[in-house]
């Protein structure tokens, strides 16, 4: 009787074997689920769920704290393949064009067009590379293909153990007037340091929380 049900349960893992295509199901499922969840965490403030969501996602509680800074910025992960954005405000999604989930996951060199200065791009990948902040004036293309002047400036951001967790590239488009009169310099330098505070206060929650 045993071995029947051993051999039925055998039997039954062997079918279970999933499909190619029903793995990209569950996935896609796994991404609905997240982006539902990850969606209520920022309307209602209240934590979903602690734990990365991999490598598109911050935690829920860096999250919402970021989804307080109303300038135009992107989070990339540095320790992640080709460095790719893993959090983009809304103010960024609105000057680009581009949809949230268009842009995670992707390196920013989506923004650049036939235009743009090499040696800007030169400039950014030194300051990487050096793990220093930069500014530099850079010609962006939208979703739409339009051109704009960014004047972006590009972060360290530390974690509450002094490693670099992300860098954080701010962007603001020349010409646009802050209703608070600050100049370009000081809105970035404002938007980064709260983006600092953020990290350091999420990484030392969660530190905390691990056994
Ligand atoms: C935080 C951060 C923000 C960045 N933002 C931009 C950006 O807005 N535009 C851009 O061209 N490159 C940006 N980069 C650099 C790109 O990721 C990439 O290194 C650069 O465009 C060179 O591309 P390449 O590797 O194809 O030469 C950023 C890098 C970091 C770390």
């Known amino acids: 009787m045993c071995n029947f049900f051993l051999i039925t349960a055998l039997e039954i893992e062997e079918k279970c074997e999933a499909s190619d295509t029903e793995k990209q199901l569950a996935a896609t499922a796994i991404r ?6 990850t969606h ?6 209240r934590l979903v769920c602690e734990k990365r969501f991999g490598p598109s996602f911050v935690s829920s509680s860096l999250h919402i704290s970021l989804g307080r800074i109303k300038q135009s910025f992107v989070l990339v992960d540095p320790h992640l393949p080709d460095i790719p954005i893993v959090y983009a405000s809304d103010a960024f999604l609105r000057m680009t064009g581009y949809a949230r989930n268009e842009v995670l996951g992707q390196n ?6 036939v235009d743009t200065d090499p040696s800007a791009l030169h400039q950014i990948k030194q300051s990487i590379q050096a793990q220093q902040a930069c500014s530099v004036r850079i010609l962006h293309y939208r979703k739409d293909k339009s051109s704009f002047w960014n004047l972006l400036h590009i972060s360290p951001v530390r974690n509450a153990t002094g490693k670099i967790a992300y860098f954080v590239g701010v962007q603001i488009e020349e010409g646009s007037v802050d209703r608070h009169g600050l100049s370009p310099e000081m809105r970035q330098l404002s938007v980064v340091g709260s983006i600092k505070v953020a990290v350091r206060i999420s990484s030392m929650s969660s530190s905390s929380k691990s056994p």
């Open 108 to 113: 920013c060199r989506f923004l650049t067009g």
């Open 32 to 37: 609905n689920v997240l982006s539902v969840l």
């Open 40 to 45: 209520y965490s920022e309307s209602t403030g």
